[in-house]
């Protein structure tokens, strides 16, 4: 009997610490998972001062980023809202530019090593992207692309509150666009 109750508490207080074990792993994983969301979100607020600032991808994308360039002498880019590449594929061509295409490289070492699409300049030849300026590091590449995910990809339609949210202001421009609600 002696031994039975003790049996139990031996085992109760193994239950307790499996059980402690679990919560505590439970609430990591709730940490971790809060904290990933507030390091992405930190990602996309960089991505659009890249975005639209230092490196001004809307020169050639547009500020909504669906293919109207900005700037008509720029090369016209591609709509974004409808590129069928994912986030990772989006990094990359920001890292590499498009082969034979106006989109630049960011990477100062793309096509001097063989980083971007195992090419080196000599072998890439002709069809080598033009360098954009200025460089760009890897977590500003990523954070770009988390961005364009974030923001652009899919969108559909540009509606008035997604002009007022670019430019943190209702400038004139947003009235050319209807509002999410009346659509
Ligand atoms: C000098 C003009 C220019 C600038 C600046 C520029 N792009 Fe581009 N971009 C292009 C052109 C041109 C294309 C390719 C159009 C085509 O397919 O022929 C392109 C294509 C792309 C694509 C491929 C989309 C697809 O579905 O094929 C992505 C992604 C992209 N650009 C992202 C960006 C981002 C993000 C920035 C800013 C960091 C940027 N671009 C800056 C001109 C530019």
């Keep these: 009997m002696a031994y039975r109750i003790l049996a139990s508490g031996a085992e109760a207080r193994e239950r307790l610490r499996v059980l402690r074990c679990l919560s505590s792993a439970m609430l990591g994983v709730a940490l971790a998972g809060g904290l990933a969301g ?3 979100a930190q990602n996309v607020v960089l991505g659009k001062q890249i ?13 909504a980023a669906n293919g109207v360039q900005e700037d008509p ?8 809202r409808q590129t069928a590449m994912d986030r990772d594929t989006i990094a990359k061509t920001i890292q590499c530019g498009l082969p034979g295409t106006a989109m630049p490289f960011f990477d100062v070492r ?3 090593d063989d980083r971007c699409y195992g090419m080196t300049a000599a072998q890439i030849g002709a069809d080598r992207p033009p360098p954009g300026t200025p460089n760009l590091i890897q977590r500003e590449i990523d954070a770009v692309a988390d961005y364009v995910i974030a923001k652009v990809v899919g969108r559909g339609a540009i509606t008035r509150e997604e002009c007022i949210e670019y430019f943190t202001t209702d400038v004139g ?7 999410a609600a009346a659509r």
């Design 173 to 179: 421009r947003c009235k050319d666009f209807p509002s």
């Design 51 to 63: 975005f639209q600032g230092k490196i001004n991808c809307p020169e050639c994308h547009g500020w």
């Design 73 to 80: 002498r720029a090369p016209r880019g591609a709509d974004l």
């Design 110 to 112: 793309a096509y001097v």
């Design 38 to 40: 507030a390091a992405e």
